[in-house]
């Protein structure tokens, strides 16, 4: 079992950032890319950022590319999402996940999630 944890969120006005943090916690936390996807009320899930086990290569979806960054220190067992010049459709609960396959993470396939963290962004 992978426990994540997520943490960072909260009330930003447009044009902010927020870093979010997932901490992991269990099996051994570089065999697993590690992603970031939200959930706004009313609306499917969808992916905000994946990283490999070893960041070496991440991916973005279209909304978050410009502005967003995704980090990993597995020395902490940690992955960060840096977000930037935040807008109000950024406004989702937000989720960390893992899969031991990055490719599969990036289509929203995970074996383990977390419980999730609120940012909402005032316009």
């Known amino acids: 079992q992978v426990q994540l944890v997520e943490s960072g969120g909260g009330l930003v006005q447009t044009g902010g950032s927020l870093r979010l943090s997932c901490a992991a916690s269990g099996r051994t936390f570089t065999r697993f890319a590690v992603g970031w996807f939200r959930q706004a009320p009313g609306k499917e899930r969808e992916r905000v950022a994946v990283?490999?086990?070893?960041?070496?290569?991440?991916y973005f979806t279209d909304s978050a590319r410009d502005r967003f960054t995704v980090s990993r220190d597995n020395a902490r067992n940690t992955v960060y999402l840096q977000m930037n010049n935040l807008k109000p459709e950024d406004t989702a609960v937000y989720y960390c996940?893992?899969?031991?396959?990055?490719?599969?993470?990036?289509?929203?396939?995970?074996?383990?999630w977390g419980q999730g963290t609120q940012v909402t962004v005032s316009s």
């Open positions: 990283i490999t086990r070893t960041g070496d290569s991440t």
């Open positions: 996940a893992a899969n031991d396959d990055f490719s599969a993470l990036r289509v929203g396939l995970a074996h383990f």
